[in-house]
Nanobody, 123 residues
Framework: QVQLVESGGGLVQAGGSLRLSCIAS????????MGWFRQAPGKEREFAAAISWFGGSTLYQESVKGRFTISRDNAKNTLYLQMNSLKPEDTAVYYC????????????????WGQGTQVTVSS
């Protein structure tokens, strides 16, 4: 089992920045990929970014490319999402997820999920 706990969400004005963190515990070494997903009210959960634990290769959704940066600290079992130039349409609950395969934008490829952290961007 792997437990994931997100933090760092909040209210920010458009153009501002936030840094999300996700601390993983348990059998983290069994996972190979971590990702961030988000879900806005009334919408389906969508992919934001993913990173492999080893090698650090990344994958981004087109709408966040150049504004968001995903990174990880293997020693701390912590995943980050630095979000800059935030827009009102980035408002959502952001979820951390862990999986066993390659980097993927598909929620079905991730086995473990955190409870989420709310990000609200005001215009």
């Amino acid at each position: 089992q792997v437990q994931l706990v997100e933090s760092g969400g909040g209210l920010v004005q458009a153009g501002g920045s936030l840094r999300l963190s996700c601390i993983a515990s348990g059998r983290v070494s069994t996972t190979s990929v971590m990702g961030w997903f988000r879900q806005a009210p009334g919408k389906e959960r969508e992919f934001a970014a993913a990173i492999s634990w080893f090698g650090g290769s990344t994958l981004y959704q087109e709408s966040v490319k150049g504004r968001f940066t995903i990174s990880r600290d293997n020693a701390k079992n912590t995943l980050y999402l630095q979000m800059n130039s935030l827009k009102p349409e980035d408002t959502a609950v952001y979820y951390c997820a862990a999986g066993f395969g390659r980097r993927s934008s598909l929620p079905s490829e991730y086995y473990y999920w955190g409870q989420g952290t709310q990000v609200t961007v005001s215009s």
